[in-house]
Structure formats: structure tokens, C-alpha cells
């Protein structure tokens, strides 16, 4: 007897799920794609990590920053999330970028915020990696 397919877990959508598939194959065998904005390139890490694809994807963002203006444009309004996932791929254009972003968005609230949901230690943890240097 067999049971029946379960969903994907939190949010997620098959057709998102099928889009960060083909973007990732599209990485690995050196094709164009475009990223469209921030959940598709989350999900695009998230599969590449699963499939310890990380390297080939941080070598095809090169070309995707420069191909996917609608992505680049979303990099300010995720600059934290962005600055893990460029920690994740080790890609230094997107962690400049991210931090550009993440720094000149700081007041005096955001280290408030920063401690409440446990990223401080996320900043520390670049801090200790080597990160410091860009």
C-alpha cells in the first residue's frame, strides 16, 4: 500500500521548486539563466547546497549580477539575508554589495534588532571567517 505524496514544507511552491531546479541545472552545464528576484535565488542556494553545487552556482553569479537588473535591484531590500547567502556561495561581489547596502541602511535600531533575532553573531562569525577584508 502506498501513502500518498506529502507537500513541501513552509511556503513553497512546485513551480518555485521546478524553477530553481532548472536555474541550478542551467549553472552546472555553464548555460544563461536570469534570477528574478530574491525567493528564486534563495531557493537557487538552497538547492545548490542540498547538491553540493555551491561552487558551480557562486562561478555563474558573476553573470547573472550583471544579466538580472530585477535581481540586483532586490539586493537593498534583503541585504542581511543576501550577506549569508554570499557568505554560503564565498562570492565577494555580492558580499560587497550586500554590505554596502546593510551598512548604509544602519541607525541607531538596528543593532537593537540585530541582537533580538540572533544575526549579530552572524556578523561576528565574518568577522572571525576572514571576511573583514573586503
Not at 4 to 31: F, S, V
Not at 74 to 91: C, D, E, N, S, V
Not at 118 to 132: E, H, R, T
Amino acid at each position: 500500500m502506498t501513502t500518498p505524496a506529502k507537500g513541501l514544507k513552509g511556503n513553497r511552491k512546485t513551480t518555485g521548486e521546478q524553477l530553481a531546479m532548472d536555474r541550478l541545472l542551467c549553472a552546472i552545464h555553464n548555460k544563461a539563466y536570469v534570477i528574478s528576484g530574491f525567493i528564486e535565488f534563495q531557493d537557487l542556494v538552497r538547492l545548490a547546497d542540498f547538491y553540493c553545487a555551491l561552487p558551480v552556482l557562486s562561478t555563474s553569479l558573476y553573470a547573472i549580477l550583471w544579466n538580472s537588473p530585477s535581481f540586483v535591484a532586490q539586493i537593498g531590500y534583503h541585504p542581511l539575508p543576501m550577506l549569508k547567502l554570499a557568505k554560503k556561495l564565498r562570492h565577494p561581489v555580492l558580499f560587497r554589495e550586500s554590505m554596502i547596502h546593510f551598512v548604509s541602511n544602519w541607525d541607531h535600531d538596528t543593532e537593537q534588532v540585530l541582537l533580538q533575532n540572533g544575526s549579530w553573531s552572524f556578523m561576528a562569525d565574518l568577522k572571525s571567517s576572514g571576511w573583514s577584508n573586503f
